[in-house]
């Protein structure tokens, strides 16, 4: 890895921070809706928007120029169903928790990503990121404060979930930068993956909604669409345990969005949280850049 694509890859998990704060503002402010229904705008625009780069590659390079190479289908499927897994947990989360304690759970990603790579790709981890990786997830239930009431607990239960496929679904995408795979194609198997899972759904289930509610939700879409580019593209450039670190700005910017949009407030148990996930993400870039 030159300096150069470490450079990039931490302009890019940046931009995808910025960009997936803003899809889960949007996401709030598009009010009662079934959350399926909002991951289907959430998907449908990014497929649209990948569907239109494979396109217009074929138009000017040919059929020939979109490949699959061998070997990637299983990878694409496995982050087809993790990243499907991951947003319908961050959505319900979003819909029942502040927007800060959502954005924290789905943010424990990060080290998920680390430990599926070394699983899947056999990118190393020492002691000093896993002992951060066991701390951060009791920062973690700091934010979700488990209870004995299941109705409570469930949505910060979703959103550990959705943290999970998610650092799942990078390590994929990971995987499948080794194959040259692609980005273009990773999301248009993915948003298509996911809008056939979630028909089911909404078929049964749709909710008419106001002009005001599907602007929301096309908003939604396209700050997700960009998510998906620059998380791909980040992941593309450099290894997650050089860059993981910074995919935690998104907390800040939904803490900042939650506070001047929603008027919310973390708790003093959420602070204490968030404080101990950062410090872990902290201690985990410091350690890697004096290895280095």
Known sequence: MTDRSYVKGVIYIILSAFFFALMAAFVRLSGDIPFTQKAMFRNLISFVIAFAAVLKQVKNEGFDSIRIPKGSVKFLILRSVSGTIGIFGNFYAIDHLILADASILNKMAPFWTVIFCLLLIGETIQIIPLLAIITAFLGAMLVAKPSFDFSKFLPSLCGFASGMGA?????????LSTFKCPGKIIILFFSGFSIIFTLPFMWKGFTPMTVQQTLFLLLAGISAAAG??????AYFYAPASKISIFDFSQIIFSASLGFFLFGQKPDIFSFCGYILIVSMAVLNFVYQQKKK
Do not use: D, V
């Open 228 to 233: 998906q580019f620059t998380i791909t593209a």
């Open 167 to 175: 650092g799942f679904a990078y390590a994929c995408i990971r995987k």
